[in-house]
């Protein structure tokens, strides 16, 4: 099946720093890939939609300048957290898909910690 | 506003009996429902689809049911297994892509041996 590789799977910074996760298809060509975020106990939260070579499309709320995120390839779209801050820490999750018509897959996560 | 509802945030089925996972949504426009399963520390994994013009699904041990008029859906697991014991996602999406896929709260399963 699909696999999508998600990495670091979990990771602490300090506060003021910046933190890169990567998503990638592994064995198809994401032409979407989604990133969420989950706060503990609670639903996923989609955060923006990344498209392979054009701007991300973020969802109401989310500070574009804050999440930069990048689809540079078929199969690789990171997200960096800018200036991190404690309120930051959460788990983050990319998923991807290869055509409009295929179901989500999704990666293993990113568990952020800032201290 | 909550989209995607799914009630009940906890369940525990005795093992080799049925496991009726509940989901309500909102939305009219939804014409795909998907559930997906998860584990602590992992991302979820996509169980089962279906579509808007279907009332039932059927794969394996799983089949979701769907009632539009009473916009609800249901995921039910026989015989259920310890192995089936993670949190349940509800989701849906509008169109005939899956963006923007909206997920309800989760249900944690836990399947008792």
């Known amino acids: 099946g699909a696999v999508v590789s998600q990495h670091p799977s979990w990771v602490i910074c300090k506060s003021g720093t910046s933190v890169k996760i990567e998503c990638r298809s592994l064995?198809?060509?994401?032409?979407?890939m989604f990133w969420y975020r989950q706060f503990p106990k609670q639903s996923l939260m989609l955060m923006a939609t990344?498209?392979?070579?054009?701007?991300?499309?973020?969802e109401q709320g989310v500070e574009k300048d804050k999440f930069l995120i990048n689809h540079a390839s078929l199969t690789l779209s990171t997200l960096t957290v800018t200036s991190a801050h404690p309120e930051d820490s959460s788990f983050y999750i990319c998923?991807?898909?290869?055509?409009?018509?295929?179901?989500?897959?999704f990666g293993n996560g990113t568990r952020l910690t800032v201290t | 506003d909550q989209q995607v509802k799914q009630n009940s945030p906890s369940l525990s089925v005795q093992e080799g009996r049925i496991s009726i996972l509940n989901c309500d949504y909102t939305?009219?426009?939804?014409?795909?429902f998907l559930w997906y399963k998860k584990y602590p520390a992992e991302g979820p994994t996509f169980l089962i689809s279906?579509?808007?013009?279907?009332d039932k699904n059927e794969d394996g041990r799983f089949t979701v049911f769907l009632n539009k008029s009473a916009k609800h859906l249901s995921l039910h697991i026989v015989p259920s297994q310890p192995g089936d014991s993670a949190v349940y996602f509800c989701a849906a999406s509008v169109g005939t892509s899956y963006d923007k896929v909206i997920f309800g709260p989760g249900t944690s399963l836990s399947v008792i041996p």
């Open positions: 990344s498209n392979e070579g054009s701007k991300a499309t973020y």
């Open positions: 939305n009219s426009m939804f014409d795909y």
């Open positions: 064995d198809f060509q994401a032409t979407t």
């Open positions: 998923s991807a898909r290869s055509t409009a018509a295929s179901p989500l897959h």
């Open positions: 279906i579509s808007s013009i279907k």
